[in-house]
């Protein structure tokens, strides 16, 4: 069966410092995408960025790049240079080649910038 | 390009009492889902429309919940009688087609249901 497992509840990080979010994922299907979403307290999912299984490159968008170790099955999303703005919940999800199949979700991390 | 609209936003409801969601895509987009994201975790999958079918309905509790997407635009999700359990975000998403692995699904704003 799919699974994303993200294993921080919270993570605490200062302004302008650089942090590691955590996603492990399992499936048998070779080709799999990877996404990054972002919840504000407003409730909007908002995309951050996409790691095919066949990306030969680790995904970078801006400030969010993604650490695609396929070996390990783990996809961690890194924030550099955080912003009172990137004071969110986090989730990590995963998308399967298959037809008709949704977005599969993690539990999700709460991440608090402080200044 | 407008993103997916729902309404309402809040939703307070006593339980045993009915309530219902709607959900507008974005124009083109043939897949919709509908997620329940329950306080403090994960959105988890209730049911998802291809056009105005439906391609997975095993998640959504068929006793109390109902779904259409009639016409294969907009959605209402539906449920009656509400139980105390059924707190939690309602969030409505669409994607152009699934069967590819970098088909990003875009949310909206979601409502947040309250059953007291």
């Known amino acids: 069966a799919q699974k994303i497992t993200q294993t921080q509840p919270g993570m605490f990080v200062q302004e302008k410092e650089a942090v590691t979010l955590d996603c492990t994922y399992d499936t048998s299907d070779p080709s799999y995408g990877l996404f990054w979403y972002k919840q504000p307290s407003s409730g909007e999912m908002i995309f951050l960025i996409y790691?095919?299984?066949?990306?030969?490159q680790n995904a970078t968008e801006g400030r969010y790049s993604l650490n695609f170790q396929k070996a390990r099955k783990s996809a961690n999303l890194v924030i550099s240079a955080s912003q009172l703005g990137d004071s969110a919940m986090y989730f990590c999800?995963?998308?399967?080649?298959?037809?008709?199949?949704?977005?599969?979700f993690g539990k999700g991390t709460t991440l608090s910038v402080s200044s | 390009e407008a993103g997916v609209a729902q309404s309402p936003r809040y939703k307070i409801i006593e339980k045993r009492q009915s309530v219902a969601f709607w959900c507008n895509p974005i124009?083109?987009?043939?897949?919709l889902y509908w997620y329940q994201q329950i306080l403090g975790q994960g959105p988890k999958l209730l049911i998802q429309f291809q056009n105005n079918g439906v391609v997975d309905d095993s998640q959504l509790p068929k006793d109390r919940f109902s779904a259409e997407r009639l016409k294969g635009v907009d959605s209402t999700l539906k449920i009656q009688p509400a139980k105390l359990e059924d707190s939690a975000v309602y969030l409505c998403a669409s994607s152009l087609l699934p069967g590819t692995t970098n088909t990003e699904a875009f949310f909206g704003q979601g409502t947040r249901l309250t059953v007291v």
């Open positions: 999800a995963m998308s399967l080649n298959q037809a008709g199949t949704a977005l599969i």
């Open positions: 124009s083109g987009h043939a897949t």
């Open positions: 790691q095919g299984s066949y990306d030969q």
